[in-house]
């Protein structure tokens, strides 16, 4: 328990911070999994408009300090080959 009450406010705050940034990082998730699902549809179309949808919410993920830098360009490297693999299979 913190003892002081600038310990307390920054235990709320981090609390706060915390759902927030659950919510952020699950939005981009989603948005990873979305372009996933397209590639596994083998639906072309659909996978580079996820992807092209995905690439601002990791960017942004990135800005707000939520993934690392290296992380995100790790997941758009990943989902840009697997994007190009369904182009180049249809």
């Known amino acids: 328990m913190a ?3 600038s310990a307390e406010k920054a235990a ?4 706060k911070h915390r759902t ?3 919510t952020l990082r699950s939005s981009m998730r989603t ?9 596994a549809k083998g639906d072309k179309g659909e996978a580079q408009s996820s992807y092209k949808a995905a690439v ?4 942004s ?3 707000k300090r939520i993934i690392h830098r290296n992380a995100a360009a790790r997941y758009k ?14």
């Open 61 to 63: 993920m990135v800005n």
């Open 77 to 90: 490297s990943r989902l840009a080959t697997r994007v190009k693999g369904v182009t180049a299979a249809r």
């Open 12 to 15: 709320r705050q981090a609390a």
């Open 31 to 39: 948005a990873i999994r979305k372009v996933n699902d397209a590639v």
């Open 3 to 5: 003892n002081t009450k």
């Open 20 to 22: 927030h940034n659950v």
């Open 56 to 59: 601002p919410i990791i960017d």
